[in-house]
């Protein structure tokens, strides 16, 4: 049965750190492009970053570029995004996608003092 199970979420203070990871299972991890979306309240859900199966970055959202980072270890089956400088608009719920219209259940990342 195919899973993507993000975690890593949490409460951090603006100009703080958080790296969420997406432990996938199920399938071979190496066969696929990865990407990483998030959803603010109210908001449509956008594309933050995308890497490619070799570990080749496609796509940072100019929103986040300079600032998160994408990263892959496939043979542990894991994706990773690190997120620095976090500001009060990356508050989201942010998910890991597979194409093929996978998700996984998402990890609330909330940005405040």
């Known amino acids: 049965q195919l899973q993507l199970v993000e975690s890593g979420g949490g409460l951090v203070q603006p100009g703080g750190s958080l790296r969420l990871s997406c432990e996938a299972s199920?399938?071979?991890?190496?066969?696929?492009?990865m990407r990483w979306y998030r959803q603010a309240p109210g908001k449509e859900r956008e594309l933050v970053a995308s890497?490619?199966?070799?570990?080749?970055?496609?796509y940072y959202a100019d929103s986040v570029k300079g600032r998160f980072t994408i990263s892959r270890d496939n043979d542990k089956n894991m994706v990773y995004l690190q997120m620095n400088k976090l500001i009060p608009e990356d508050t989201a719920v942010y998910y890991c996608?597979?194409?093929?219209?996978?998700w996984g259940q998402g990890t609330q990342v909330t940005v405040s003092s």
């Open positions: 199920g399938f071979t991890l190496d066969n696929y492009a």
């Open positions: 890497i490619g199966s070799t570990g080749i970055i496609m």
């Open positions: 996608y597979r194409p093929g219209n996978y």
